[in-house]
T-cell receptor
Framework: KNEVEQSPQNLTAQEGEFITINCSYSVGISALHWLQQHPGGGIVSLFM?????KKHGRLIATINIQEKHSSLHITASHPRDSAVYICAVVRDSNYQLIWGAGTKLIIKP | EAGVAQSPRYKIIEKRQSVAFWCNPISGHATLYWYQQILGQGPKLLIQ????????DSQLPKDRFSAERLKGVDSTLKIQPAKLEDSAVYLC?????????????????FGPGTRLTVT
């Protein structure tokens, strides 16, 4: 079993829909990253969380340390949000970054 | 501030050939990372440098891969000889600090990546 699991693997939605991407992990962590990767492009860090909730524009990230779960929400989704969203956690025992496989999001106009 | 620079952006080589990638991190960032991302998977850390010293190279296939960061600034990653399974995107990232207990964890900034195709 992977130490970081994301769901869904693929998500297709219509423009304007509210999007939720989930990340569950099985190790103790000191922080969790949400990152965005466009086709053929590099990776952009969206959020780094260690507790609670962060908001940036239409993006909201939450984390529940007790349940070892984080969610990334996109409000009023737009085709330019189409990308792969990756969850990565920082293992607290050795500060190693453990990556999820990513969620491929497609927003149709 | 300028971002992480990588070159080339794309490279196509035949198996058994050699290839080198270059990365220039954000100015002042002490930690530099090289990742390999195979299509459909998350990135895998190949090597992490703190200044010009290696912090972690446990997943670097040392029989064919090598990396250096001689002056503690830019870095090169080399594959010699390449295999078909080396086809991937090679990402470079940098951070102000990394792997340190005090002060928490700093965000990594990623370059655009180099897409390598081995035929």
């Amino acid at each position: 079993k992977n130490e970081v699991e994301q769901s869904p693997q693929n998500l297709t939605a219509q423009e304007g829909e509210f999007i939720t991407i989930n990340c569950s992990y099985s190790v103790g962590i000191s922080a969790l990253h949400w990152l965005q990767q466009h086709p053929g492009g590099g990776i952009v860090s969206l959020f780094m969380l260690s507790s609670g909730k962060k908001k940036h524009g239409r993006l909201i990230a939450t984390i529940n340390i007790q349940e070892k779960h984080s969610s990334l929400h996109i409000t009023a989704s737009h085709p330019r949000d189409s990308a792969v969203y990756i969850c990565a956690v920082v293992r607290d025992s050795n500060y190693q970054l453990i990556w999820g496989a990513g969620t491929k999001l497609i927003i149709k106009p | 501030e300028a971002g992480v620079a990588q070159s080339p952006r794309y490279k196509i080589i035949e198996k058994r050939q050699s290839v080198a990638f270059w990365c220039n991190p954000i100015s002042g960032h002490a930690t530099l990372y090289w990742y390999q991302q195979i299509l459909g998977q998350g990135p895998k850390l190949l090597i992490q440098f703190q200044n010009n010293g290696v912090v972690d190279d446990s997943q670097l296939p040392k029989d064919r891969f090598s990396a250096e960061r001689l002056k503690g600034v830019d870095s090169t990653l080399k594959i010699q000889p390449a295999k078909l399974e080396d086809s991937a995107v090679y990402l470079c990232a940098s951070s102000r600090n990394g792997g340190e207990k005090t002060g928490g964890i700093y965000e990594q900034y990623f370059g655009p990546g180099t897409r390598l195709t081995v035929t």
